[in-house]
Antibody, heavy 117, light 107 residues
Framework: QLQLQESGPGLVKPSETLSLTCTVSGGSISSSSYYWGWIRQPPGKGLEWIGS???????YYNPSLKSRVTISVDTSKNQFSLKLSSVTAADTAVYYCARSREAFDIWGQGTMVTVSS | EIVLTQSPGTLSLSPGERATLSCRAS???????LAWYQQKPGQAPRLLIY???SRATGIPDRFSGSGSGTDFTLTISRLEPEDFAVYYC????????FGPGTKVDIK
């Protein structure tokens, strides 16, 4: 069945760029029915949608993060990626990738990213 | 942006009891684009309900969703031990937003 797996550094310095990749297995990221998204959860807090991408490359972002976020897709590798620039301690969170057609129906296990010097 | 408010913040119940969770939106949610998720400690959220009332694949029928416009409800008819968790509502208009969550814990 379809699985998603996040990967990337677990520690990022303040002011630098956080970069994560989500690898999709057991299915194609190029399916016309689905969007692919990033969601984060600070420790002990709730969920925040970061943004989503379609396999064609069209994106939409959370307005509160839009100036710092870039989401891209690599269909040849069946992956999509997140870049979040100028990070601060407030960006410390578990980052999840997920598939959506309507709601987010399949999620990765999540990866903890800490912003600290 | 649509702001979602969930109540109560914590619900303390016993196994076998009925749980009723509320999600209220600051403006009407279009086309009932409202979902509910369950999250247990250390795990990713799991989709329970989408389209306000449609159960996701594999979700037991003790979970049901209802509502439209600005008021939505998740009902768990009889709590099983594995149902004690945090529940989030989400609207998937644009931009997507999540509610702050309701924790269902054991009384």
């Amino acid at each position: 069945q379809l699985q998603l797996q996040e990967s990337g550094p677990g520690l990022v310095k303040p002011s630098e760029t956080l970069s994560l990749t989500c690898t999709v297995s057991g299915g194609s990221i190029s399916s016309s029915s689905y969007y692919w998204g990033w969601i984060r959860q600070p420790p002990g807090k709730g969920l925040e949608w970061i943004g989503s991408i379609y396999y064609s490359g069209s994106t939409y972002y959370n307005p509160s993060l839009k100036s710092r976020v870039t989401i891209s897709v690599d269909t040849s590798k069946n992956q999509f990626s997140l870049k979040l620039s100028s990070v601060t301690a407030a960006d410390t969170a578990v980052y999840y990738c997920a598939r959506s057609r309507e709601a987010f129906d399949i999620w990765g296990q999540g990866t903890m990213v800490t912003v600290s010097s | 942006e649509i702001v979602l408010t969930q109540s109560p913040g914590t619900l303390s119940l016993s196994p076998g009891e009925r749980a009723t969770l509320s999600c209220r939106a600051s403006q009407s949610v279009s086309s009932s684009y409202l979902a509910w998720y369950q999250q247990k400690p250390g795990q990713a959220p799991r989709l329970l309900i989408y389209g306000a009332s449609s159960r996701a694949t594999g979700i037991p029928d003790r979970f049901s969703g209802s509502g439209s416009g600005t008021d939505f409800t998740l009902t768990i008819s009889r709590l099983e031990p594995e149902d004690f968790a945090v529940y989030y509502c989400q609207q998937y208009g644009s931009p997507f937003t999540f509610g702050p969550g309701t924790k269902v814990d054991i009384k």
